[in-house]
C-alpha cells in the first residue's frame, strides 16, 4: 500500500511529522474496509503517555509566559510513577524538601540551601583551620629615622610616606603615625617600632634614613650610572685628590637560602614540625598535610622577629631566606619530625556512612572484617484501636526527644486522625506516628538504647455499674464521683425511718365545733382559711387541699377528726397553725399547733449518716453516692455494690511506666562482640583508635576496611647534610683590585682615605666608569633604605578535606550537588560538628504503577538512558520551575519524549498545533 503527498517549495527537503492518523486497508478479497487499531495497555506506552503529558504542560506552560510552577506538583507526580515503574526511586529535591540532621546551631548559623538536587543525600565536616589575624612588621632599625627621614607604608593598596623632623623619638614616631588615618597601629617595642594593620591584607614599610656626609659641587663626582650605583660617599676624600674608577661587580651579596618544593597546585605535601634558626634564634614551625604554600610562608614569616628568616613564596616552591646577606648570612632547618599520615580503604558508604581514625601508630597497617549482627532500631510503641478508630476517649502525654504534648482522643474519632496531630507535633516531641491497619505505631527518630518515647495515660473514659440495690428499699441510686479502677460495697440499716409533719383536728359529729379564722404554714408557704361552725370537715378538708400546692400541706378526714400531714418527709417538713380570729384547736406536734417531722437515721459501712428526710448523701474513701429511701422503710439494706473500671486504651510495646527504648546495633568486628551507641562504634583493635556509624537498620557483612600509617614527605633543598645554608660575600674588581663586601657597598681606597661604593640591589657586570675630585662640601642625603614586609592571615575553613570561601559575606560550599550557604557562630573554633542534608520530598497525589508489567533487559537500560535528563524536571533539579524557563524545560521533555518514541517505535497521543511546531524549532 503506498501514502503519497504532496509538497511545497516551502516544506522542500524537510521531513514532516504526521501524527493522529487511522490507516485503512482493504483486501482484494473483502467487500468492506477493515480499520486497523493498533492499542496495547504495556509500560512502554504508560512512560510513554507520562512524558507525552509532561510536555504538553510545559509547552503550555510556555505559550502563556515563563512560569511553570502550577504544574510542578503534577510533573513530580509523573515523574514518581516513571521511576518506579523503571524500578527506581525518586526522592523530590529544593529547599521545602531537605532534611537536616547533626547540626549544631552554636557552629554554624544562618544555613540556606541553595541546591538540593532530587535524590540528593551528603555529608559535611570540617573545622575552622586558621583564625583571621593582622599583618604585622617589628622594624629593627627605626633608629636609623632619629636623624630624620621618611617611612614609606604600603597598607593593602595604599601608599603613604611619612616624614620625619631630626630627633624625634622612636615613640614620638608611633605617636605621629597614630594621630593620622594611615591604616596601621603603631608602638615603641624594646627600642623599635612596631606597626600592625588595622585591616587585613597586606604590610609593607621601608625605612629611607638621611645620613649627613660631605656634597659635591659642579665636576665633582661624573659619570655615575644610576642603574648600576645607588651612591658613591666621598665624605672622607681627601683634599686635592682626582681619580677615575672603572671595573665590575663579579658576584652580588647573597643571603643563605633554602627552597622547599610544595605540590603542582602550591600545597603543602606532609606534615611535618622541624626547628628554622636564623641569625635572631630559633623557633619551631610545623605544617599541616594539604595546606597552601602561601599558609606555609605566614607561619614562617610570623616568626621572623625571633629567627630572622623570611619567606617567598614563587610558583609552588617557598623559599628561606635570612635577612642578612653575605658571607655571615646563615639559616638552618633542623630537627625535622615528618607526620604519619593515617588512611581508611575500602569503607562502603552503603553500610558505613562515617568513618573517623581517631589514632594508630607509626608504620602499622590493620585490616577489619567482620558483621553487624544486631540492627539499630528506634523505640516504638503500638496503640490497637477499634475497627480502625478510637475505642475509647482518653487523654495522654506523649515525650520523645525533643519534648512532651498532650493528645485528647475521642471514642469513635479516625485513627488516621490521631495519626496526623501527632505528625503535625513531631518538631516539639521527636516522635512520629504511621497506621497500618488498626495499629497505631509511635517512633522515636533517632535510634538506639539512649533513646526513648514514653505514652502517659492522664485520663480515660471511666465505666461506673451498681447492682443490688433494691427498689422496695431505696431508689433513684446515683453515683456522684468514684475512684477510678474501684470497686466499693455499701452495708447498712436503715435504724429509723423518716417521718412526715402531722397535727389533727378534732370534729364534732364531722363537722367544726366552732367557727375561726386560720393561717396554715408547710414547708411551701402560708395559706389563709376560715371555717364555720358546722362547717362539714370534708368540706374544709377540701378547701385546705386546694391550697396543697401553696402549703405543702395534705388533709384528710377519719374517724370524725381532720388530719394535716405535711406532704414530705423529714425535719423540713412541717405544718403549722395560727389562728388569727375564733378557734381552730389540733393535737400534736408542740401542743402549740406546731409540728415537724424527722429525717431518717442509717448506719452505712459502719458510719452515722442522716438523712434529709428520705435523700441520703453518703461518700467514703472511694466515692460519693445518692439515693432515696422509700417512705417508712427501716430495717437491713441489701448490699449495694459500685464498680468503676477504665474504657480501653490497648499500648504495647513498653514497660509498665509505657516507656520504650530504641535498639544499639551490635557488631562482631575482628572477633570482637561490640555493642553501640545506637549507630556508633567506638573501639580500639591493635593499635588503632577509630569509630564508625553503620547505617540504620543494615545488618549483615561488612566489607573489609583497611587502616594504615604511611609518612608523609617532607625535604627542603640547598642546605648541607647538616640543613645549613649560607649567604656569599660579594665581589667587585676596582681599578684592579679584587673587595668583598657583605651588602654590595665596597670600600675603595683613595690615597690615604677611602671612598664607598655602593652598587644598585643584586647588580653584576662592568659598570661605567665615574670621576671623583676632593673639592666638596657637607651635605645630607638618603641612606640605605630597609624594607619590612609582612602578610594578614584570613580565616581559613575546610569542609570535607577543601578550603570553603565567602561570597557575599558569607560561606559557601557543594558537596554531591548539594549547595549551601552559611556563616559560623560567634566565637566559634575548632572543629564543628558532622551533619547532613537530604532530600527527602515525595508527589502529592497517589498513582498506580502495579498495573503495569515491569521492563527488563536492554528496553529497561535503553529506558533509563533516554529518560535522564527528564529527571532533572523534578522539584530541585536543573530544570524545575524555580531554575528555568518553561520553554527551556519544554525542550528537555520534548527532547526526552522524541527519543522515546524513536525507542518505542510510538508517536504522541496528540498531534502538534502551529504554534507547538513553531516551539519545537525554537527550543
Same mark, same amino acid.
Given at each position: 500500500?503506498?501514502?503519497?503527498?504532496?509538497?511545497?517549495?516551502?516544506?522542500?527537503?524537510?521531513?514532516?511529522?504526521?501524527?493522529?492518523?487511522?490507516?485503512?486497508?482493504?483486501?482484494?478479497?473483502?467487500?468492506?474496509?477493515?480499520?486497523?487499531?493498533?492499542?496495547?495497555?504495556?509500560?512502554?506506552?504508560?512512560?510513554?503517555?507520562?512524558?507525552?503529558?509532561?510536555?504538553?504542560?510545559?509547552?503550555?506552560?510556555?505559550?502563556?509566559?515563563?512560569?511553570?510552577?502550577?504544574?510542578?506538583? +503534577?510533573?513530580?507526580?509523573?515523574?514518581?510513577?516513571?521511576? &518506579?515503574?523503571?524500578?527506581?526511586?525518586?526522592?523530590?529535591?529544593?529547599?521545602?524538601?531537605?532534611?537536616?540532621?547533626?547540626?549544631?546551631?552554636?557552629?554554624?548559623?544562618?544555613?540556606?540551601?541553595?541546591?538540593?538536587?532530587?535524590?540528593?543525600?551528603?555529608?559535611?565536616?570540617?573545622?575552622?583551620?586558621?583564625?583571621?589575624?593582622?599583618?604585622?612588621?617589628?622594624?629593627?632599625?627605626?633608629?636609623?629615622?632619629?636623624?630624620?627621614?621618611?617611612?614609606?607604608?604600603?597598607?593593602?593598596?595604599?601608599?603613604?610616606?611619612?616624614?620625619?623632623?631630626?630627633?624625634?623619638?622612636?615613640?614620638?614616631?608611633?605617636?605621629?603615625?597614630?594621630?593620622?588615618?594611615?591604616?596601621?597601629?603603631?608602638?615603641?617595642? %624594646?627600642?623599635?617600632?612596631?606597626?600592625?594593620?588595622?585591616?587585613?591584607?597586606?604590610?609593607?614599610?621601608?625605612?629611607?634614613?638621611?645620613?649627613?656626609?660631605?656634597?659635591?659641587?659642579?665636576?665633582?663626582?661624573?659619570?655615575?650610572?644610576?642603574?648600576?650605583?645607588?651612591?658613591?660617599?666621598?665624605?672622607?676624600?681627601?683634599?686635592?685628590?682626582?681619580?677615575?674608577?672603572?671595573?665590575?661587580?663579579?658576584?652580588?651579596?647573597?643571603?643563605?637560602?633554602?627552597?622547599?618544593?610544595?605540590?603542582?597546585?602550591?600545597?603543602?605535601?606532609?606534615?611535618?614540625?622541624?626547628?628554622?634558626?636564623?641569625?635572631?634564634?630559633?623557633?619551631?614551625?610545623?605544617?599541616?598535610?594539604?595546606?597552601?604554600?602561601?599558609?606555609?610562608?605566614?607561619?614562617?614569616?610570623?616568626?621572623?622577629?625571633?629567627?630572622?628568616?623570611?619567606?617567598?613564596?614563587?610558583?609552588?616552591?617557598?623559599?628561606?631566606?635570612?635577612?642578612?646577606?653575605?658571607?655571615?648570612?646563615?639559616?638552618?632547618?633542623?630537627?625535622?619530625?615528618?607526620?604519619?599520615?593515617?588512611?581508611?580503604?575500602?569503607?562502603?558508604?552503603?553500610?558505613?556512612?562515617?568513618?573517623?581514625?581517631?589514632?594508630?601508630? &607509626?608504620?602499622?597497617?590493620?585490616?577489619?572484617?567482620?558483621?553487624?549482627? #544486631? *540492627?539499630?532500631?528506634?523505640?516504638?510503641?503500638?496503640?490497637?484501636?477499634?475497627?480502625?478508630?478510637?475505642?475509647?476517649?482518653?487523654?495522654?502525654?506523649?515525650?520523645?526527644?525533643?519534648?512532651?504534648?498532650?493528645?485528647?482522643?475521642?471514642?469513635?474519632?479516625?485513627?488516621?486522625?490521631?495519626? /496526623?496531630?501527632?505528625?503535625?507535633?513531631?518538631?516539639?516531641?521527636?516522635?512520629?506516628?504511621?497506621?497500618?491497619?488498626?495499629?497505631?505505631?509511635?517512633?522515636?527518630?533517632?535510634?538506639?538504647?539512649?533513646?526513648?518515647?514514653?505514652?502517659?495515660?492522664?485520663?480515660? =473514659?471511666?465505666?461506673?455499674?451498681?447492682?443490688?440495690?433494691?427498689?422496695?428499699?431505696?431508689?433513684?441510686?446515683?453515683?456522684?464521683?468514684?475512684?477510678?479502677?474501684?470497686?466499693?460495697?455499701?452495708?447498712?440499716?436503715?435504724?429509723?425511718?423518716?417521718?412526715?409533719?402531722?397535727?389533727?383536728?378534732?370534729?364534732?359529729?364531722?363537722?367544726?365545733?366552732?367557727?375561726?379564722?386560720?393561717?396554715?404554714?408547710?414547708?411551701?408557704?402560708?395559706?389563709?382559711?376560715?371555717?364555720?361552725?358546722?362547717?362539714?370537715?370534708?368540706?374544709?378538708?377540701?378547701?385546705?387541699?386546694?391550697?396543697?400546692? /401553696?402549703?405543702?400541706?395534705? *388533709?384528710?378526714?377519719?374517724?370524725?377528726?381532720?388530719?394535716?400531714?405535711?406532704?414530705?418527709?423529714?425535719?423540713? *417538713?412541717?405544718?403549722?397553725?395560727?389562728?388569727?380570729?375564733?378557734?381552730?384547736? #389540733?393535737?400534736?406536734?408542740?401542743?402549740?399547733?406546731?409540728?415537724?417531722?424527722?429525717?431518717?437515721?442509717?448506719?452505712?459501712?459502719?458510719?452515722?449518716?442522716?438523712?434529709?428526710?428520705?435523700?441520703?448523701?453518703?461518700?467514703?474513701?472511694?466515692?460519693?453516692?445518692?439515693?432515696?429511701?422509700?417512705?417508712?422503710?427501716?430495717?437491713?439494706?441489701?448490699?449495694?455494690?459500685?464498680?468503676?473500671?477504665?474504657?480501653?486504651?490497648?499500648? +504495647?510495646?513498653?514497660?509498665?511506666?509505657? =516507656?520504650?527504648?530504641?535498639?544499639?546495633?551490635?557488631?562482631?568486628?575482628?572477633?570482637?562482640?561490640?555493642?553501640?551507641?545506637?549507630?556508633?562504634?567506638?573501639?580500639?583493635?591493635?593499635?588503632?583508635?577509630?569509630?564508625?556509624?553503620?547505617?540504620?537498620?543494615?545488618?549483615?557483612?561488612?566489607?573489609?576496611?583497611?587502616?594504615?600509617?604511611?609518612?608523609?614527605?617532607?625535604?627542603?633543598?640547598?642546605?648541607?647534610? &647538616?640543613?645549613?645554608?649560607?649567604?656569599?660575600?660579594?665581589?667587585?674588581?676596582?681599578?684592579?683590585?679584587?673587595?668583598?663586601? %657583605?651588602?654590595?657597598?665596597?670600600?675603595?681606597?683613595?690615597?690615604?682615605?677611602?671612598?664607598?661604593?655602593?652598587?644598585? %640591589?643584586?647588580?653584576?657586570?662592568?659598570?661605567?666608569?665615574?670621576?671623583?675630585?676632593?673639592? +666638596?662640601?657637607?651635605?645630607?642625603? =638618603?641612606?640605605?633604605?630597609?624594607?619590612?614586609?609582612?602578610?594578614?592571615?584570613?580565616?581559613?575553613?575546610?569542609?570535607?578535606?577543601?578550603?570553603?570561601?565567602?561570597? &557575599?559575606?558569607?560561606?559557601?560550599?557543594?558537596?554531591?550537588?548539594?549547595?549551601? *550557604?552559611?556563616?559560623?557562630?560567634?566565637?566559634?573554633?575548632?572543629?564543628?560538628?558532622?551533619?547532613?542534608?537530604?532530600?527527602?520530598?515525595?508527589?502529592?497525589?497517589?498513582?498506580?504503577?502495579?498495573?503495569?508489567?515491569?521492563?527488563?533487559?536492554?528496553?529497561?537500560?535503553?529506558?533509563?538512558?533516554?529518560?535522564?535528563?527528564?529527571?532533572?524536571?523534578?522539584?530541585?533539579?536543573?530544570?524545575?520551575?524555580?531554575?528555568?524557563?518553561?520553554?527551556?524545560?519544554?525542550?528537555?521533555?520534548?527532547?526526552?519524549?522524541?527519543?522515546?518514541?524513536?525507542?518505542?517505535?510510538?508517536?504522541?497521543?496528540?498531534?502538534?498545533?502551529?504554534?507547538?511546531?513553531?516551539?519545537?524549532?525554537?527550543?
Amino acid at each position: 500500500m503506498t501514502i503519497s503527498s504532496s509538497s511545497t517549495a516551502s516544506f522542500a527537503g524537510r521531513s514532516l511529522l504526521v501524527e493522529n492518523f487511522k490507516l485503512s486497508a482493504r483486501a482484494p478479497s473483502q467487500t468492506e474496509s477493515e480499520t486497523l487499531v493498533r492499542r496495547v495497555d504495556t509500560t512502554s506506552d504508560r512512560i510513554n503517555s507520562l512524558v507525552a503529558g509532561i510536555s504538553e504542560k510545559l509547552l503550555g506552560a510556555a505559550r502563556q509566559g515563563a512560569s511553570f510552577e502550577q504544574f510542578q506538583g +503534577s510533573i513530580d507526580t509523573a515523574l514518581s510513577e516513571i521511576s &518506579d515503574l523503571i524500578g527506581q526511586s525518586l526522592t523530590l529535591g529544593g529547599s521545602s524538601n531537605a532534611v537536616i540532621r547533626g547540626l549544631d546551631e552554636g557552629q554554624i548559623q544562618n544555613l540556606e540551601i541553595l541546591s538540593l538536587p532530587p535524590n540528593a543525600s551528603a555529608r559535611f565536616s570540617g573545622e575552622l583551620s586558621q583564625e583571621a589575624s593582622k599583618a604585622s612588621v617589628l622594624i629593627n632599625d627605626a633608629a636609623r629615622l632619629q636623624s630624620g627621614g621618611a617611612l614609606d607604608l604600603k597598607v593593602g593598596e595604599s601608599d603613604r610616606r611619612i616624614q620625619f623632623q631630626p630627633g624625634r623619638s622612636i615613640v614620638g614616631m608611633a605617636q605621629q603615625i597614630n594621630s593620622k588615618n594611615y591604616g596601621v597601629a603603631a608602638r615603641e617595642v %624594646n627600642g623599635k617600632l612596631q606597626l600592625t594593620s588595622r585591616g587585613g591584607g597586606a604590610l609593607e614599610a621601608t625605612v629611607r634614613p638621611i645620613r649627613t656626609g660631605r656634597s659635591y659641587g659642579e665636576n665633582q663626582l661624573v659619570g655615575v650610572n644610576a642603574s648600576q650605583i645607588d651612591s658613591v660617599d666621598i665624605s672622607r676624600l681627601p683634599e686635592g685628590i682626582s681619580e677615575t674608577f672603572e671595573g665590575r661587580v663579579d658576584t652580588s651579596a647573597s643571603v643563605a637560602r633554602l627552597t622547599y618544593r610544595g605540590t603542582t597546585g602550591g600545597f603543602v605535601t606532609g606534615s611535618a614540625s622541624f626547628d628554622l634558626t636564623g641569625e635572631l634564634g630559633s623557633n619551631s614551625v610545623e605544617v599541616t598535610r594539604g595546606e597552601s604554600i602561601l599558609s606555609f610562608a605566614e607561619k614562617i614569616n610570623n616568626v621572623s622577629a625571633f629567627t630572622g628568616v623570611i619567606a617567598e613564596v614563587h610558583g609552588n616552591e617557598l623559599r628561606l631566606e635570612s635577612q642578612q646577606r653575605g658571607e655571615d648570612a646563615q639559616l638552618r632547618l633542623s630537627n625535622v619530625v615528618r607526620q604519619f599520615r593515617p588512611t581508611v580503604e575500602g569503607v562502603n558508604a552503603g553500610q558505613i556512612p562515617r568513618f573517623d581514625l581517631q589514632s594508630i601508630a &607509626d608504620g602499622a597497617e590493620v585490616q577489619l572484617s567482620g558483621s553487624v549482627t #544486631t *540492627a539499630s532500631d528506634t523505640a516504638k510503641l503500638q496503640y490497637t484501636g477499634n475497627a480502625g478508630t478510637v475505642a475509647d476517649t482518653a487523654v495522654f502525654t506523649l515525650t520523645g526527644d525533643l519534648g512532651s504534648e498532650q493528645f485528647a482522643i475521642a471514642q469513635g474519632e479516625a485513627l488516621s486522625s490521631v495519626r /496526623d496531630r501527632i505528625n503535625a507535633e513531631t518538631a516539639s516531641t521527636g516522635v512520629t506516628a504511621t497506621l497500618d491497619g488498626n495499629t497505631l505505631q509511635f517512633s522515636g527518630q533517632e535510634v538506639g538504647s539512649s533513646e526513648s518515647i514514653q505514652v502517659q495515660l492522664d485520663d480515660i =473514659t471511666q465505666y461506673t455499674s451498681v447492682d443490688g440495690a433494691n427498689a422496695s428499699q431505696v431508689s433513684n441510686f446515683n453515683v456522684v464521683s468514684s475512684e477510678p479502677r474501684s470497686t466499693n460495697t455499701i452495708n447498712g440499716t436503715v435504724d429509723q425511718a423518716a417521718t412526715q409533719a402531722e397535727l389533727v383536728y378534732e370534729g364534732f359529729l364531722n363537722a367544726a365545733p366552732a367557727s375561726g379564722t386560720f393561717d396554715l404554714t408547710g414547708e411551701l408557704g402560708t395559706a389563709r382559711f376560715s371555717v364555720s361552725t358546722f362547717q362539714s370537715l370534708t368540706s374544709i378538708r377540701d378547701d385546705i387541699n386546694s391550697r396543697t400546692g /401553696d402549703t405543702g400541706v395534705v *388533709a384528710s378526714v377519719s374517724n370524725g377528726d381532720l388530719t394535716l400531714r405535711s406532704d414530705g418527709y423529714g425535719s423540713d *417538713a412541717i405544718v403549722e397553725i395560727d389562728v388569727v380570729s375564733g378557734s381552730f384547736d #389540733t393535737n400534736g406536734g408542740d401542743g402549740n399547733g406546731n409540728a415537724a417531722g424527722t429525717d431518717a437515721q442509717l448506719t452505712l459501712n459502719g458510719t452515722s449518716v442522716t438523712a434529709d428526710g428520705n435523700e441520703v448523701a453518703y461518700a467514703d474513701a472511694l466515692g460519693s453516692y445518692t439515693f432515696e429511701l422509700q417512705p417508712g422503710f427501716a430495717g437491713t439494706l441489701d448490699p449495694i455494690t459500685v464498680t468503676t473500671s477504665d474504657g480501653s486504651f490497648d499500648l +504495647s510495646g513498653g514497660d509498665e511506666t509505657g =516507656t520504650a527504648y530504641g535498639v544499639d546495633a551490635e557488631a562482631t568486628i575482628n572477633g570482637q562482640a561490640l555493642i553501640a551507641d545506637g549507630n556508633e562504634f567506638d573501639l580500639t583493635i591493635e593499635s588503632a583508635e577509630f569509630s564508625f556509624d553503620v547505617t540504620s537498620g543494615f545488618q549483615g557483612a561488612l566489607d573489609t576496611i583497611t587502616l594504615s600509617s604511611i609518612e608523609d614527605e617532607f625535604a627542603v633543598s640547598g642546605g648541607d647534610e &647538616d640543613g645549613y645554608a649560607y649567604g656569599q660575600a660579594g665581589q667587585a674588581t676596582i681599578n684592579g683590585q679584587l673587595h668583598t663586601s %657583605n651588602d654590595d657597598t665596597f670600600e675603595v681606597s683613595v690615597g690615604e682615605q677611602s671612598i664607598d661604593v655602593a652598587f644598585t %640591589n643584586g647588580y653584576v657586570g662592568a659598570f661605567d666608569t665615574f670621576d671623583v675630585d676632593s673639592l +666638596s662640601t657637607p651635605h645630607r642625603r =638618603t641612606g640605605t633604605p630597609t624594607t619590612y614586609r609582612a602578610n594578614a592571615s584570613e580565616e581559613r575553613l575546610q569542609i570535607n578535606g577543601k578550603d570553603v570561601s565567602r561570597v &557575599d559575606g558569607r560561606y559557601e560550599f557543594e558537596q554531591d550537588g548539594v549547595r549551601l *550557604a552559611f556563616d559560623l557562630a560567634n566565637n566559634f573554633r575548632g572543629s564543628f560538628d558532622n551533619f547532613t542534608i537530604s532530600a527527602n520530598g515525595s508527589a502529592e497525589a497517589s498513582y498506580e504503577s502495579n498495573r503495569y508489567a515491569a521492563l527488563t533487559g536492554t528496553t529497561l537500560e535503553a529506558t533509563k538512558v533516554v529518560l535522564n535528563d527528564l529527571f532533572q524536571l523534578a522539584s530541585g533539579g536543573d530544570f524545575d520551575s524555580q531554575n528555568v524557563h518553561a520553554l527551556d524545560a519544554y525542550g528537555v521533555a520534548k527532547e526526552s519524549l522524541s527519543k522515546l518514541q524513536s525507542l518505542f517505535g510510538a508517536s504522541p497521543a496528540r498531534g502538534r498545533s502551529l504554534s507547538g511546531l513553531l516551539l519545537d524549532q525554537i527550543v
